[in-house]
């Protein structure tokens, strides 16, 4: 059975508990819940704010894409993945990634395809607000994005 991912991109904060309850309520095919919440840094304490913008509906359409090959790649029970947008503060959820199943190692695997994925191919920009009142710009992909996604190529 292939499951369909849950899939948003919001402005609106998430919340962890009612999201893995939302995917678990009443199921009793669920042996292991992996999820990943990624959180706004304050990048040594400069960073006031990060403004992500996106391209509605492609980054929805990609998402969805990286999700749906994870749901074919691992025996998974459910899935549910909310990426934010606008401008976010320190410490606040930019990314969450639940992912369900009857065993713990396809949860982990599952998720951590999503994450590399998302961080190399969901459209998403970044930008710097500081706390001198500067922008640095938009923020450059990194190479160990990169490097992480490519392990997924022979699995």
């Not at 992996?34 to 990609?62: I, K, N, Q, W």
């Not at 894409?65 to 401008?87: Q, S």
């Not at 998302?118 to 500081?130: D, I």
Request: net charge negative.
């Amino acid at each position: 059975m292939t499951v369909t991912p849950t899939v948003r991109v919001q402005a609106d904060d998430f919340d962890v508990d009612t999201e893995t309850k939302h995917l678990t309520g009443g199921r009793h095919d669920v042996g292991a819940v992996v999820s990943f919440t990624g959180l706004c840094r304050d990048e040594g304490g400069r960073l006031a704010a990060l403004e992500l913008e996106h391209y509605p509906g492609m980054a929805e359409a990609e998402i969805s894409r990286i999700a749906e090959d994870a749901c074919r790649r691992w025996p998974l029970t459910g899935l549910t993945v909310v990426h934010r947008h606008g401008k976010l503060a320190p410490g606040a959820n930019i990314v969450l990634v639940v992912a369900a199943s009857a065993h713990r190692q396809a949860a982990f695997d599952a998720a951590n395809y999503l994450m590399d994925f998302l961080k190399t191919r969901a459209p998403f920009w970044k930008k710097e607000h500081l706390k001198t009142g500067e922008t640095s710009g938009w923020v450059e992909a990194k190479a160990i994005d990169d490097a992480a996604a490519t392990r997924w190529n022979g699995a």
